[in-house]
């Protein structure tokens, strides 16, 4: 504890007021999970009050105190970082006074949202670039300037007074529901994969996940994909997931003979496809279930099978890659002991089944996650060589912390967005615009909503993303007689292939720094290895029983026993490679018994098992040709 002591007091000034505050935060969040939650103004306050505070103090926070003293930058990022905490808290110090106005905006309160607004905005442009905070810009010049526009498009026009009042103090604003599961549970959740990186169980299920494929052509990168959906369920963002993971998995696939844009496109796809995989799937099922009024239980059991697709497909295609480019099998000595590692840290998993069990069993989000969050710090102490020191302790909370702090900005950016959606009645002139635009046909209607996700999800972490385009496209779906639960499911696929989609690819830019690549060809090529998240989602929206909707266990059987070797198609579509490779037309017709395989009709399906297999005997007889020619 001296040395600990001593060690911050050498520390730069500005990074122990970081830490000092992101402790503050972390018990506060800690403690109304055990306790109960405040007021959601207040709850909702506090937490983005500290994470602005924390935002404007991390350009000064390297800076040692003489230069600190020296620079004018210190005192202007000093004061935003106080205004800034002042006007979010200013709910806290008069919740009484604004609820006994009932809401109603005082002229110094209008200065106040002006100011909340401008925080928000410039914050979440430090944190995760400019889209967000241009598309919420926007969507306010609409509320303002609406009445000019003509048509479906327009609307009266709301004064800014109006504006600020219904985004400041109201509910459906800055501090809204994505807030508000941010200032919950996610924050706890994503202490919970902090405390699990920190202690060492990252690197146990990395190590578990390189015993298991290690052996087999390709290991490192099957690997990557096995460890990354893994680690990707507990994170909550897909960035965070390949600064984690890909550390590790990355220059070990560059090592067996992977090029780098390929290395870095498979960390990012298996990266992103972890919060589609149940039981955790990040934030987002939590999100879907508050929006939508469905349990979590049910959210994650109909993500299941899809997400399974999803692996299977990426998986394959991995397999295909190593074959293809004859990447070489890592030596034995490289590869660790599943037995050794689970002896020296299997502990350490041990949170994960009891968080998972603690939400199928009925508890709430907050009462799993932190029954499990404290779980995990008490396993850490069975065996010293994963102790969580005092310092490893302000590391788990810094860098879990850190991790909310982009969500938690995109959330409450969101927020003001969603609230003018509400103000305007945008969400329903936007349902009639797919709806219009489609002319009542469902597939044109779902290519619109994927378009309209990828554009609208661009740089946002996948939960905000979710929330946004949920709003305004998922009504639409389910007006058109989509199921609500696919409806949303579709909506949370598109979002979330935004991280590895060009322009704006977040995960793929994460990707590029560790694999020295360029971050435009990672994302081209992490869309090629993803395909199946831009497909599948489509047929389930067609085809509930994917998903578990009025379907008898025979029938999921049946459709996900198609599904699998529907995937399995798919992957050898992409990567034009079997036993050898295989021409441009032979990929056309794997894709043919794809969409056969994955159709809802059992004829067409049987049709795509008998098209499968002669494909793969012809294949198989003409490999084996072409090397008894090649013999001779």
């Known amino acids: 504890m001296r040395n600990l002591v001593d060690n911050l007091l050498n520390c730069p000034p500005i990074w122990v007021v970081r830490i000092i505050a992101a402790t503050i935060l972390s018990f506060f969040s800690i403690y109304t999970a055990f306790w109960g939650v405040f007021p959601d103004m207040i709850q909702r306050s506090f937490h983005i009050g500290i994470i602005l505070f924390l935002v404007y103090l991390s350009p000064l926070q390297k800076m040692s105190m003489t230069d600190l003293l020296k620079s004018l930058k210190t005192y202007l990022f000093i004061m935003l970082a106080l205004l800034s905490l002042l006007v979010m808290f200013y709910h806290i110090i008069f919740f009484d006074a604004i609820n006994d106005r009932w809401g109603e905006l005082t002229s110094y309160e209008f200065y106040l949202g002006l100011a909340a ?50 985004l400041y103090l109201g509910g459906s604003g800055i501090f809204g529901t994505p807030l508000g599961v941010t200032a919950t549970f996610v924050i706890l959740i994503v202490l919970f994969g902090a405390v699990l990186e920190n202690s060492g169980a990252g690197k146990v299920l990395m190590n578990i996940a390189n015993s298991m494929t290690g052996k087999s052509r390709g290991g490192p990168a099957k690997a990557a994909v096995v460890g990354s959906s893994l680690m990707g369920m507990i994170s909550g963002t897909a960035v965070a997931n390949v600064l984690t993971t890909g550390t590790i998995s990355i220059p070990l696939m560059k090592r067996t003979g992977y090029r780098s844009e390929t290395a870095g496109a498979i960390e990012a796809v298996a990266s992103t496809g972890g919060q589609l995989m149940p039981p955790v799937m990040g934030a987002a099922a939590f999100l879907m279930s508050d929006m939508t009024g469905i349990s979590y239980y049910e959210i994650a059991r109909a993500a299941l099978l899809p997400a399974i697709l999803y692996y299977i497909v990426l998986f394959s295609v991995v397999h295909l890659e190593a074959l293809k480019r004859n990447i070489p099998i890592i030596d034995t000595k490289d590869i660790p002991s599943i037995w050794k590692t689970l002896k020296s840290g299997g502990h350490l998993l041990l949170s994960l089944p009891v968080f998972i069990y603690m939400m199928f069993d009925g508890y709430s989000v907050m009462y799993a996650s932190i029954w499990s969050l404290m779980m995990a710090v008490a396993l850490s102490y069975l065996r010293r060589s994963s102790w969580l020191t005092p310092s490893k302790i302000l590391r788990t909370i810094e860098n879990g912390v850190d991790a909310v702090i982009p969500v938690a900005t995109a959330c409450a950016c969101a927020g003001i967005i969603i609230g003018i959606i509400t103000l305007t009645g945008l969400g329903l002139k936007f349902s009639s615009l797919v709806i219009s635009l489609s002319g009542g046909n469902v597939f044109l209607a779902l290519m619109l909503t994927m378009v309209a996700s990828l554009i609208l999800g661009m740089g946002l972490p996948t939960a905000a993303a979710y929330i946004l385009v949920a709003t305004l496209a998922a009504p639409a779906l389910e007006q058109l007689g989509i199921n609500q639960l696919a409806a949303h499911l579709f909506v949370f696929y598109s979002a979330m292939l935004s991280s590895i989609t060009p322009p704006v690819a977040l995960a793929a830019y994460a990707a590029s720094g560790l694999a020295n690549a360029n971050p435009f060809r990672i994302a081209i090529v992490s869309c090629q290895f993803g395909i199946a998240a831009f497909i599948i989602p489509y047929f389930f929206a067609y085809n509930p029983v994917l998903i578990g909707i009025e379907a008898s266990l025979q029938m999921i059987l049946i459709a996900g026993f198609s599904a699998v070797f529907g995937s399995l198609s798919l992957a050898i579509a992409i990567q034009g490679w079997l036993f050898s490779k295989i021409s441009f037309l032979e990929r056309g017709m794997y894709l043919i018994v794809t969409f056969c395989l994955l159709s809802t009709s059992y004829l067409w399906g049987f049709a795509g098992v008998i098209g499968l297999i002669l494909l793969v005997l012809f294949n198989l007889f003409r490999t084996k040709t072409i090397k008894s020619n090649i013999i001779n």
């Open 117 to 166: 607004t401008f925080f928000l905005l410039d914050a979440t442009r430090r944190t995760i670039g400019w889209p967000i905070a241009i598309l919420a810009i926007t969507f306010l010049l609409y509320a303002l300037f609406g009445n000019y526009l003509p048509g479906e498009a327009g609307h009266r026009g709301d004064s800014l007074f109006r504006i600020m009042s219904h």
